[in-house]
């Protein structure tokens, strides 16, 4: 049972004021899996210095000439500001995550509890906001997930400013009539797990919490969670995530020669699994390339419980993994494929299709389910199409990061450093497609 009753959306997007809607309102309005990752940093790398990045994929959207800076300021200010409440300390110690009790320890709670989001470095660059977050890793990771749903949120705000009351009814009654078709569509997938991965590129705070309800209501058993802590806390949901592109990135960076570097995602793996097991085993693989990393990887890996196929063509990686597993004396019905990369309801149906039956198959559907508005305004309104925005570790241990990707388009770092990695990872599988989200 929801706990707390569900907003007239339209109604509060046209009476809104920063004070009764604050984008970030809490520490924990962030992914599980930042929460994971933190735990590792602390332990065992707090200090390294770093730089995170903001970086719009989508260079036709000019930012800064669709959101106010004041306003962008204000909210970045007021999320700095937020610290663990006394409720949520006690849930993150005592809640279950993934069957384990005291999955953070006491420790890194009482670091937790007194942390705050560091100062932040804001400028204006051709029409885009430029935004870095500097300082040792442990301190400015956290910044990755508010900074997106900010910019997000304040770019739908824009949009909507000056919309009409009756408008913004029938744009949200259109949205939330698209999502209920949605997941009757997903529902008629019988064997289907499916979780939330959306916070990052949201519409906004409500429309994310009235999408996690709508799919716990209408899939059941079938949606597994949200990746969301506060929401997952709120709706009485398992909080669902692992770990990112950031830690091979900073260990790469950490490399003194091409072995090492060409080995570094081991070594993020062997870090992991002194901190966690069962299903927070997972591999994500794409950093430097999936066959590459294949290719290269240690008996032991092949163990782990499962992988997440992010950059690559999800029925390609998908089937590759499964010729790996098999060549590494492993049973693939008995391993975890996790999809999460721009998902639509038609890919979900097409790799279900695909999967099913031949591995434990789960989904984290991202923007599409939290920031679909397409077609829902009864006059165009282009600026409440999502973007791909992303915030990157840009620098690490005094060196420039790269992460290459199974995408050519989703490479980050600079030139030279790219044609570098590529020299020693390889190529192999790696191709160009459209990044939309």
């Known amino acids: ?42 332990k065992e790398n707090a200090d390294i210095p770093v730089t995170f990045s903001l970086i719009n ?22 999320a700095r500001t937020i610290g663990l409440s006394k409720k949520e300390l006690i849930w993150l110690a005592g809640n279950t995550f993934y069957g384990k009790q005291r999955l953070f320890t006491e420790d890194f709670l009482t670091w937790l509890n007194q942390y705050r989001l560091p100062e932040y470095e804001l400028r204006v660059e051709d029409g885009q906001y430029c935004i870095d977050f500097k300082g040792t890793w442990a301190e400015v990771t956290l910044w990755e997930i508010p900074v997106l749903s900010i910019i997000s949120e304040l770019r739908s705000r824009a949009a909507l400013q000056g919309v009409g009351r009756f408008e913004l009814d029938v744009l949200y009654a259109r949205a939330k009539a698209k999502l209920w078709e949605k997941v009757v569509r997903l529902d008629a997938l019988p064997d289907l797990f499916i979780a939330d991965f959306g916070t990052r590129r949201r519409h906004s705070f409500l429309w994310q919490r009235w999408c996690i309800a709508a799919m716990k209501e209408g899939l059941g058993d079938k949606f597994i969670g949200t990746s969301n802590v506060l929401m997952a806390m709120d709706l009485d949901l398992s909080a669902i995530g692992t770990n990112a592109h950031e830690l091979p990135m900073v260990q790469a960076a950490m490399a003194n020669n091409n072995e ?52 690559k063509e999800p029925i390609a990686g998908g089937e590759e993994l499964i010729a790996w597993w098999k060549s590494k ?10 999809f999460s990369d721009g998902l639509t309801v038609d890919v979900i149906e097409q ?24 077609d829902c305004s009864t006059k165009p309104i282009p600026q409440l199409k ?30 030279e450093e790219i044609e570098r990695y590529r020299s020693v990872f390889g190529q192999d599988n790696m191709e160009s497609q459209s990044v939309l989200v």
């Open 329 to 338: 004396g492993q049973n693939p019905k008995e391993k975890l494929l996790i």
């Open 57 to 78: 994929r989508t260079k036709t959207v000019k930012l800064a000439e669709e959101v106010e800076e004041a306003e962008l300021r204000a909210q970045l200010d007021h």
């Open 386 to 415: 999502a973007i791909s925005l992303v915030c990157k570790v840009t620098h690490a241990n005094g060196k420039q990061t790269v992460k290459l990707s199974d995408n050519f388009a989703k490479a980050t770092g600079p030139k």
């Open 351 to 374: 790799v279900y299709k695909q999967f099913n039956g031949r591995v434990r198959l789960s989904f984290g559907w991202g923007t599409h389910l939290t920031n679909d508005f397409s």
């Open 1 to 42: 049972m929801i706990q707390n009753p569900m907003p007239n959306i339209a109604s509060r997007v046209y009476n809104h004021s920063f004070k009764l809607d604050p984008i970030v309102r809490s520490l924990l309005d962030t992914d599980i899996y930042k929460l994971l990752m933190l735990q590792t940093i602390w």
């Open 260 to 311: 090492e570097l060409l080995h570094s995602p081991y070594q993020v793996l062997q870090s992991w699994q002194r901190t966690y097991d069962g299903n927070l085993l997972i591999v994500l693989p794409d950093t430097y390339g999936s066959t590459t990393f294949l290719n290269n990887a240690p008996e032991w890996v092949a163990s782990w419980s499962g992988f997440r196929i992010d950059s």
